[in-house]
C-alpha cells in the first residue's frame, strides 16, 4: 500500500506494532488452461490488479510529482510508483514489494512454460488505480523478460507518466487499450486543466518530460449510449468498474446503437452503484455480504469473521483480541 505517515502515538502503540500500513491484497496472477492456451496458440499469463480502495491509496493516487523510473528521462508519478515499488523489511507481513512479488511470479512462470517449449505472452489488465498499477508492471517485465508479447488492457485508468514513459513503452512493443467513459474524470488525472491546455500548446510543451501522457490506444464510451442507464450526472457512478464491463458489453461501433445481443446482467450496473433506470426494477446497491458479513460462532453469537490472533490490531494484545472476537 501507500506509504502514509501515521501519528508518532499510533507507531508507539499496541496498534502500530500489530498493524501494517504496507500490506494489502493488491491483486492475482493467472494462467490459461490448455484448451483456451490451444485456441490462441500461447500460453497467456494474465495479470489483474485491483482498483483503489484503502483511503490512504486516494492520498497516493492524488499526488502529481513525478519521479524517475528506470529509463533516461523516464518518469511516473510518484503515488503509483510508491505503491508498487514499497516495501519495509522491519513488516511482519510481506516483506517484499509489489514489483518483486509479481516479477518473481512472472518470471517463474515464463520459465516454467518456455521450457516446455511453449509461446508465453503477458496480459496485464486493472481498473482505476489497477490500470496505472499494470502499466508499470508492463514496462518493469518489458525491460527484464526478453522476446514475451506484452499487452495491457485498463479501464478508468489515469495518466501514469510523462512522454518518455510513453515513448520507451511503444519502443519495447508494449500494446495497450485504454477503455474509458467520457463522463469518467479519473483518466483526466492528474493535472485536469493544466495537462489539457499544455497539450494543447504543441509543438512547444509536446516534449515537456513534467507533462502527463497518456499510453497507448484509446476507446471511449458514452455512458448515454446504453438505453438502460439513468440520464442524471452522477459522476462518481461514471468510474464504477460494473459501468465500464456493461458499456464494453453493449459496444459494437462508434456508429451503433447498443448492442441488443448483449450478454452480461444487467443487474451488476447497480450492484455498488445507483445508475439503471427505475423502470427495471433493479434496487440501488444491492450487494452485501451474507448476513452482512457475520458469522455465527461455536457460542451462538454473532460475529465477524475470525482471524488469526496476531494478526488482528487491537490496543489489548492477542489475548484481548480473542476475547472481543468472542464476545
Request: net charge positive.
Amino acid at each position: 500500500m501507500s506509504q502514509v505517515d501515521l501519528p508518532k502515538w499510533f507507531e508507539r502503540s499496541q496498534l502500530g506494532i500489530t498493524w501494517s500500513k504496507d500490506s494489502n491484497w493488491m491483486g492475482f496472477v493467472a494462467v490459461s488452461n490448455d484448451k483456451e492456451s490451444q485456441r490462441i496458440g500461447r500460453r497467456d499469463i494474465v495479470v489483474a490488479w485491483r482498483g483503489t480502495v484503502a483511503p490512504s491509496e486516494w492520498y497516493a493516487d492524488l499526488k502529481a510529482k513525478l519521479e524517475n523510473f528506470g529509463g533516461k528521462n523516464v518518469k511516473v508519478q510518484h503515488g503509483f510508483h510508491s505503491i508498487y515499488t514499497t516495501k519495509d523489511e522491519e513488516t511482519r507481513y510481506n516483506k517484499s514489494s509489489a514489483s518483486e512479488q509479481v516479477m518473481e511470479e512472472i518470471k517463474r512462470l515464463v520459465k516454467f512454460f518456455r521450457e516446455r517449449g511453449e509461446e508465453v505472452s503477458l496480459t496485464l489488465t486493472g481498473h482505476s488505480l489497477g490500470g496505472a498499477l499494470a502499466l508499470l508492471n508492463a514496462y518493469e517485465a518489458a525491460t527484464s523478460i526478453p522476446d514475451v508479447y506484452i499487452s495491457v488492457i485498463s479501464f478508468g485508468a489515469p495518466r501514469v507518466g510523462n512522454l518518455a514513459f510513453k515513448e520507451k513503452l511503444n519502443e519495447l512493443g508494449v500494446k495497450t487499450l485504454r477503455v474509458v467513459t467520457k463522463q469518467d474524470i479519473v483518466p483526466k488525472l492528474p493535472g485536469l486543466l493544466f495537462n489539457k491546455i499544455l497539450n494543447k500548446l504543441n509543438p512547444i510543451t509536446q516534449r515537456l518530460n513534467w507533462v502527463y501522457r497518456h499510453v497507448g490506444t484509446q476507446l471511449k464510451l458514452d455512458r448515454s449510449m446504453s438505453p438502460y442507464l439513468k440520464d442524471d450526472t452522477d459522476y462518481s457512478g461514471c468510474h464504477n468498474l460494473e459501468l465500464y464491463l456493461h458499456l464494453v458489453d453493449g459496444f459494437f461501433s462508434k456508429k451503433s446503437k447498443f448492442r441488443w445481443n448483449a450478454r452480461r446482467d444487467l443487474a451488476l450496473v447497480n450492484k455498488s452503484s445507483d445508475m439503471l433506470i427505475e423502470e427495471l426494477r433493479i434496487p440501488e446497491f444491492w450487494y452485501q455480504l451474507p448476513h452482512k458479513g457475520l458469522v455465527l460462532n461455536k457460542f451462538g453469537r454473532w460475529v465477524k469473521p475470525g482471524r488469526e490472533p496476531e494478526d488482528i490490531p487491537s490496543p489489548f494484545g492477542i489475548e484481548g483480541s480473542t476475547h472481543l472476537l468472542l464476545n
